[in-house]
């Protein structure tokens, strides 16, 4: 019992916990990394764990590829399904950031998901990104299928399920590097692509 818990409700446990602080910025390589030791079999001891009995168990770890971009691939491959707040900020992330590095869209989504947890703009995804004045895409427009709008929807889900480490830690805050914006309250993150990261 003891050893079944270990290997299937504390990674489980702490999938959630990296959830909630990658969404915050907070500590998301280190809960990674704990997921990935808590998902490790134990050497000294047989593993006669029934894989088919778990197969469809979301506390299975699958090992995350070296790079964004091979996860990103892999997601598509997946053909994530975008509804609801995932499809919202898929919709963001598409019109605030397709065309800009894999890492740039990340962090747009990232952007969205630390509001949200923030407790200082609405609390779901969808009311965040329809908030007025917040972000400068047209919410009555339809992303184009085809690469970009996959892309967008991978990437919504690598974001929304911690799937990579924050990209621009803790930031609530992005714009354009054309813009002249005097956010003198915020401190800059850094900058991705054509965008600037504040928190």
Known sequence: MTS??????FPALVAVIGTMLTAAGELPMAVSAA????????PARPDTTDLAAIADDDAVV???????????????????????????LARAVYFEARG?????????????????A???FADTVCAVVNQRGQFSFDRSRTP??????RI?????AIAATAGWDAVAPRATAFHAVRVAASWT??????????????R
């Open 4 to 9: 079944r818990f270990h290997r299937i409700a």
């Open 35 to 42: 997921g990935r030791i808590a998902a490790a079999p134990d």
């Open 62 to 88: 699958a090992p995350r590829p070296a790079q964004l971009t091979a996860l990103v691939a892999q997601t598509v491959d997946a053909a994530p399904t975008a509804y609801g707040d995932r499809e919202c």
């Open 100 to 116: 800009e590095p894999l890492e740039g869209q990340l962090a747009v989504a990232q952007v969205i998901l630390n509001r949200v």
């Open 118 to 120: 923030s407790g200082r």
């Open 144 to 149: 184009a299928d085809g690469r970009d709008w």
């Open 152 to 156: 967008a929807k991978a990437i919504a």
């Open 185 to 198: 309250a915020m401190r800059k993150v850094g900058t991705i692509g054509n965008h600037i990261f504040y």
